[in-house]
């Protein structure tokens, strides 16, 4: 149950690669690259080149703290700069530190049979709903890392997402989402 304090600030589903067998999918394989798995995981595990909410919480981290000067370029490219790896590594840790700190919430969304699924609609829907761009119902914190953030759409949506915050939800949908919410983990 999520409490007065908290907000929703990421909707989303982890990428899982297609290339490995539907057996060695788990959902810790699919984060990894996100949190770095349970407990923080390793620094190896952790990309944000892999990651796009890696990556926008480690680009607000630079802007906010002011100490990574140039670290900013490095981050934003597709391949690690030799002169900033040490940096990139430090910041990795932090960028663990910091989305390790935030509670989470597991729906289970089967997929079906012939392999698709509800989750990119439950995703968008979720994201059109709380985006503050569309009206959505909670504002961030004076505090939160993500007016810090390089993307525009995410500092006015108030989610660290920068798609569908500005399209409008299906309550149909609604539905579809209850469901699933009866397994929460």
Known sequence: MLGPTTAITSPGTPGLPIAI???RLSLW????STAAGPAGGTPAAANH????FRRHVGTALIRCDGRRRGLL???ARSHRDPDWAQAEVELERDVSR???????LWLAVPSRPDGSSDRGRIERNTIAL???LTGGPDQPTAS???HHATITRIRQSGLWNSNHVDENYDP???QLLANPAGNAR
């Open 21 to 23: 067998a539907p057996d």
């Open 29 to 32: 394989g699919g984060c990894a």
């Open 49 to 52: 080149r892999a990651s796009v």
């Open 73 to 75: 370029d490095s981050w």
């Open 98 to 104: 910091h989305i390790g700190s935030m509670p989470f």
């Open 130 to 132: 709380l985006s503050c």
């Open 144 to 146: 939160w890392l993500g």
């Open 172 to 174: 149909a949908y609604l």
